[in-house]
């Protein structure tokens, strides 16, 4: 799936859907944030998305297994957390997971309106 991105929309959709499986099979049940507001625009109507086709059913389904989520639009700049793991992102050939917030990260997630 992923060798099958052709825009910027479609990245930020299936980065959400794999956040989406991550949180579930790790027992997190709440909101999400995002600074794609059509992604949160899409996902929130009853409309569908020809540029996203079948990743939005997946993340509606996902979505429908975690009963306490929804997804909710913030800006980069009150998202600092978020923007900062983006740019980090860059360096990484493969995905990386953290159980424990990176030592980097740490001071932006004291900030108000972050992750």
Known sequence: MVDNIYSAFQAEAVAFLC???IAWTKGWRQVFESDC???VETNNTS???TD????????????????????????REKNQAADC??????MYNS???????PV???????FSFTV
């Open 104 to 110: 980097w990260l740490i001071n932006y997630l004291s």
């Open 85 to 90: 793991l983006a740019k980090k992102s860059f």
């Open 19 to 21: 956040s989406l499986q």
């Open 52 to 75: 996203l086709g079948n990743l939005l059913s997946y993340i509606r389904y996902w979505m429908s297994k975690l009963p306490l989520c929804s997804i909710d639009f913030i800006h």
């Open 47 to 49: 409309s569908d998305s």
């Open 37 to 39: 507001k059509g992604l």
């Open 95 to 101: 995905s990386e997971y953290f159980n424990m917030p």
